[in-house]
């Protein structure tokens, strides 16, 4: 079985980066949209980012257009909006699918390592799943995304330790994040 460290990812710019790259790194990867409800969560992520890059987090964000159109644009377009309006530093590549047969390869391995969320957060987040899996187009496979935000952490020796639905705040994933740094 193929760990982390085999996959490959496109840059913004179309350029192919090995995961292998970030070994050694805590990473938080997530699948993101500039148009969604939860969009706000950049800020909490860019200060995660600020505040524990210098001790190993590195943050992976992949626009996903595939739930509710959300993420129009190119991706020079999106990471022209996420840097104006939030301010953001971290690493940002191309746009995937993270759902059905064009998902990306990556997020195949992801959903298969981690197929549910690792703390569902109450009644809260059970309703909100249960009401975003109805919406249509929304995937019934195996661990599939439920929706933008949805977000995974990754161990310095490139294990899927935690998933974190769309719900859940950045800062709500600090003490997870600390942990493992």
């Given amino acids: 079985m193929a760990g982390i460290y085999e996959y490959k990812v496109k840059t913004r710019d179309g350029k ?10 805590v990473l938080l990867i997530v699948n993101t949209a500039t148009g969604c409800g939860f969009t706000p969560q950049y800020e909490g992520l860019e200060n995660l980012y600020k505040k524990y890059h210098d001790k190993g987090l590195e943050i992976l964000d992949f ?25 953001t530093s971290f690493d940002q590549f191309a746009k995937i699918e993270v759902n059905g047969d064009k998902a990306e390869p990556l997020y195949k391995y ?10 569902p ?56 994040i600390k942990e493992l740094l």
């Fill in 121 to 176: 957060k109450g009644m809260k987040n059970k309703l909100a799943m249960k009401a975003i899996a109805k919406i249509p187009g929304v995937s019934k496979e195996p661990g599939f995304i439920k929706w933008n935000f949805t977000k995974f952490i990754v161990s310095r020796d490139g294990k899927v330790a935690y998933r974190f639905g769309p719900t859940d705040k950045p800062e709500e994933m600090e003490e997870k």
């Fill in 110 to 119: 992801l959903k298969k390592e981690m197929p549910e969320d690792s703390e």
């Fill in 63 to 87: 626009p996903c257009d595939q739930f509710g159109h959300q993420a129009p644009g190119t991706d020079d377009e999106i990471h022209n909006f996420c840097v104006l309006k939030y301010n």
């Fill in 16 to 25: 192919e980066v090995s995961l292998k790259d970030f070994e050694g790194k």
